[in-house]
């Protein structure tokens, strides 16, 4: 199949994770710091969309958090839950814009890699199903695998995220810079998935020592971060680390295509 692009060249979504104002909540056992007060802040500093991962031991988000969102939230609500019967049955229930299935371990901190698809195809492939019937975007988050990128659009899933730990974590800790093989490795399989049909998103450690690179792929339509954003927000304020990372993105985006915005 030939490699068409399925947006556009040079836009670049934005997708903030709020799961991480709600960590700070609940070490306390209160209502502060809100979930949805920081998903509006986002709004208005850039963002495009809002994740939030209802993880099943209800580390952070919780599923009232969810209802807020869902009903008060003006932007796409990208859902991240682990395939389990339990959150097919709240997606189904919500029907927000967008699912991001991801593996989930109780005893880890956070998701440590992506799903092994081609190892559980079958079971995705009908787990899935009800929620693209629904009006869900699928999305499946998996490593930088051919592999797993096959597997993920023989199951029918309409988008991949791809994990991009490994490389930001190693940016970092100066292990490594713009010619690093992961970040090769990134973009080849970027631009396979593509010529496949799926759309591209990537998510993980991103922070604005490795957020260019990453928003220079063409096929890249979506970029995912989190707990960098919620973390940087302490020094800075949450629109501000928002606004710099959205200005970084574009930045990125306009010098990958020649876009002269002087």
């Known amino acids: 199949m030939a ?25 306390r056992g209160g209502v502060y710091p809100d979930p949805l007060r ?21 580390r952070h988000i919780t599923d009232s958090d969810i209802d807020a969102l ?28 967008a ?23 079958n079971h995705l492939a009908h787990f899935i199903a009800p929620l693209r019937e629904a009006g869900c975007r699928v999305s499946i988050f998996i490593a930088a695998d051919q592999k797993q990128i096959e597997a993920a659009a023989r199951i029918g899933a309409e988008i991949i995220e791809l994990h991009v730990g490994p490389y930001c974590d190693g940016v ?53 971060i989190g707990h960098f954003i919620i973390g940087e927000a302490i020094f800075s304020g949450l629109d501000s680390a928002i606004r710099r990372m959205r200005a970084l993105m574009d930045e990125s985006r306009n010098e990958a295509f020649g876009v002269n915005v002087a």
């Open 3 to 27: 490699n068409t692009l399925i947006q556009p060249l040079g836009q670049l979504r934005l997708g903030v994770n709020i799961d991480h104002v709600a960590t700070v909540r609940n070490a």
């Open 38 to 58: 920081a998903a509006k802040m986002a709004e208005i500093a850039g963002a495009d969309g809002i994740t939030a991962h209802l993880r099943e031991d209800r």
């Open 70 to 97: 869902m009903e008060h939230l003006r932007i796409p609500l990208n859902f991240e839950m682990a395939a389990t019967p339990e959150m097919q049955a709240i997606a189904l229930r919500h029907k927000p814009h």
């Open 99 to 121: 699912v991001c299935i991801v593996p989930e371990k109780r005893e880890e901190r956070t998701t440590e890699g992506g799903l092994n698809v081609a190892r559980e195809e």
């Open 172 to 224: 970092e800790e100066g292990r490594y810079d713009e010619s690093a093989p992961e970040l090769e490795r990134l973009r080849e399989m970027s631009a396979y998935a593509n010529s496949l049909g799926l759309e591209v998103h990537a998510g993980h450690g991103i922070t604005y020592n490795s957020v260019k690179p990453l928003a220079a792929f063409p096929e890249v339509m979506e970029l995912n």
